[in-house]
């Protein structure tokens, strides 16, 4: 049952009656739920805003982007690239899909794996909501926690009122999108517990410009080409866009989790086409100005901007062989230095989190604290855009339900 006020708080509070208590009612709280519901403990989920799953709500524009069929650890970012993979391989997104099927939700691959609710988000939340039902987990919303204490048990302050537990689970996200109510809680409470913190960045996020590209390229904002886009020995082919601060588009959010400051990006924006060489089959025949020409692979603005910052345009059968490898060699590889991010705010998730060496990657339990969880993007696991923080929200949840 789901509370926005008043519960029967008789129910849970009293001589030291056993709970678990899970902290965050996002995709994995919900999924841990879920689980240790299913197995027979009682479970408390309290949500500080006034609906569970709204990161989910918002998932692939309302359509809920809910795993990717690639999910492996290869496609997390962490201190510990093998933290993963235990939650990952006990629980794949073809765990997942059989319950959408379950639940008669529609759905379809887009591209990359990526699977997406034919319908909206709505489908998702609610099907989980159904799943606690039936585990018998009861949800409190609206419901703020002020204090967590250890002594034995675990005690919740919450506006509510005092909850005690032998298991808490912290599964409260990370600080990205802010106006949604997200907060380094989580962050401050495994601080409390003297855990571990690794360095919280936005991840996922849109890459501002320098004042000097900013002055070139901010005009050619919504214009969008697709790329591969490259950050050392890193890189990701999807389509970038270009935003009167810098750059956005699946490839720059992809390739945003590994760039640090002070490096550069190097981006192909033909990678389907050996610039020279077609520049070099019509250098006999076209009289057709440069621009114009390259408008027939890049969107025109973007060729008669590029032309005019980079190479005076003339007919084709002008260009010298030098000038067409000059050419060639900034389409292929251009260049360019963010000067940084546009923030939590419009980052899509957290990088970094609670250390994963402080937890036991089977059970996702605290190793020094004992009867304390923390699952989701709390942790310091991160995936790439298009599926894969679901299915680490709901791998990592499951996992965690299996022990609570």
Known sequence: MLYAANPPLDVHRGAGQEIVIIIGAGASG??????????????????HAEKVGRKILISGGGRCNFTNLDAKPECFLSDNPHFSRSALTRYTPNDFIRLMEKHKIKYREKKFG????????????????????????????????????KEGRFSVSTNLGE??????????????????????????????????????KPGLVPLTWNQPDSKLYGELSGVSIDSIVRCGKISFRENIL?????????????????????????????????????????????????????????????????????????????????????????LHGWPV??????????????????????????????????????????LDVTGWLGGYNLQWAWSSGQAAGQYV
Not at 301 to 322: D, Q
Not at 348 to 357: C, L, P, Q, W
């Open 163 to 200: 909850f005690i537990s032998n298991s808490l689970v912290i599964a409260t996200g990370g600080v990205s999108i802010p106006e949604m109510g997200a907060s380094d809680f989580g962050y401050k409470i495994a601080e409390q517990f003297g855990l571990k913190v690794t360095e919280i």
């Open 337 to 378: 230095m963010p000067a940084g991010t546009e923030g939590f705010a419009k980052a899509e998730v957290s990088k970094g989190g609670i250390d994963t060496d402080e937890l036991s990657s089977k059970t996702m339990e605290c190793r020094k604290v004992k009867g304390l969880y923390f699952i989701g993007e709390v």
């Open 114 to 149: 990526q699977l997406f609710c034919d319908g909206n988000s709505k489908e998702i939340v609610s099907m989980l909501l159904k799943e606690c039902k039936e585990a018998g987990v009861e949800i409190l919303v609206n419901c703020k926690v002020s204090a967590v204490k």
């Open 242 to 330: 270009f935003t009167h601060k810098g750059l956005s588009g699946p490839a720059i959010l992809q390739i945003s989790s590994y760039w640090k400051k002070g490096e550069p990006l190097v981006i192909n924006l033909l990678p389907d086409i050996k610039i020279d060489e077609a520049l070099n089959e019509k250098k006999l025949t076209s009289k057709v100005n440069l621009d114009n020409f390259l408008s027939i692979y890049l969107p025109r603005r973007f060729s008669e901007k590029w032309c005019h910052i980079y190479f005076k345009s003339k007919p084709v059968n002008r260009l010298t062989e030098k000038e067409i490898s000059v050419i060639a060699g900034k």
């Open 30 to 47: 919900l999924m841990c739920a879920i689980e240790s519901g299913r197995r027979g403990r009682k479970v408390l989920l309290l949500e």
